[in-house]
């Protein structure tokens, strides 16, 4: 399901793998926001052996994927139940940390939210740590807008994916599985993202939000569209 709606998902997993090696050492201890199944802790713990990751997620029916898929990893892979607005979720996350990273999940938090969370990500991350989003960014020009969603709509037509699951086949087949009510499962997601923009708030919104907590080589590494990589360094140690 989700290789169907994520354009080029692989491509961006490669990408922070990449950008993740090019900025720690072997073994980096790295947190996983809204990890959801768990597919990109799985690449970056299958990329660096010596990591340990820590993955949050505030949907109980999806941490099921996580840990079916990442039980292979024992110690070195940790999952958490909690809620990214709620204040307290970095007292689950003993820092300092190498890396925190995310996938097509923050821009479910409204713009205020989205600021705290990323002053939380500088509190947990060490000097020369490395922050990466891997997300939904909007324009905010509707032409624009328009134009990036009609592009990729075509490259998700193109894609061969038209087999997989779409949003409500997956999940009715999940809560079938699991014996869960259909209803409810879709009512608490929704719910838990109310507020929140799905086409994400704008890249250079994102890129003054860092530079303005401190972060530094504050960039975009990767796009498509309405779809990017961002992020930056905390504070750097130099000579």
């Not at 961006?12 to 990890?35: A, K, Q, Y």
């Not at 709620?86 to 989205?114: K, N, Y």
């Not at 009510?181 to 994400?200: A, C, S």
Request: net charge negative.
């Amino acid at each position: 399901m989700q290789e169907r709606y994520l354009v080029r998902r692989g491509e961006r997993f490669e990408t922070v793998v990449r950008l993740v090696r090019d900025t720690l050492g072997p073994n980096p201890r790295i947190l996983d926001l809204g990890c959801g199944p768990g597919s990109l802790m799985q690449a970056l713990l299958d990329a660096f052996p010596g990591a340990e990751m820590v993955g949050i997620d505030f949907d109980p029916t999806i941490l099921l994927l996580a840990r079916e898929r990442l039980a292979r990893y024992g110690a070195r892979a940790r999952l958490h139940l909690a809620d990214l607005r709620d204040g307290s979720w970095p007292e689950l996350v003993p820092g300092p940390l190498d890396a925190v990273i995310s996938a097509t999940a923050l821009h479910w938090l409204a713009a205020d939210q989205l600021a705290t969370l990323y002053g939380q990500v500088a509190q947990l991350l060490r000097p020369g740590g490395v922050f990466l989003n891997a997300d939904h960014v909007g324009s905010d020009c509707a032409d624009i807008q328009k134009g990036w969603e009609r592009h990729r709509q075509a490259m998700r037509e193109a894609g061969g994916n038209a087999g997989a699951d779409d949003w409500d086949g997956f999940w009715e087949a999940y809560a079938r599985a699991l014996g869960l009510d259909v209803d409810e499962v879709q009512r608490r997601i929704l719910g838990g993202w109310e507020g929140g923009i799905e086409d994400g708030l704008p890249l250079a919104w994102q890129l003054d939000t860092l530079r303005a907590l401190g972060f530094e080589s504050v960039d975009c590494f990767w796009r498509c569209d309405c779809d990017a990589i961002y992020g930056g360094i905390w504070k750097p140690c130099r000579a």
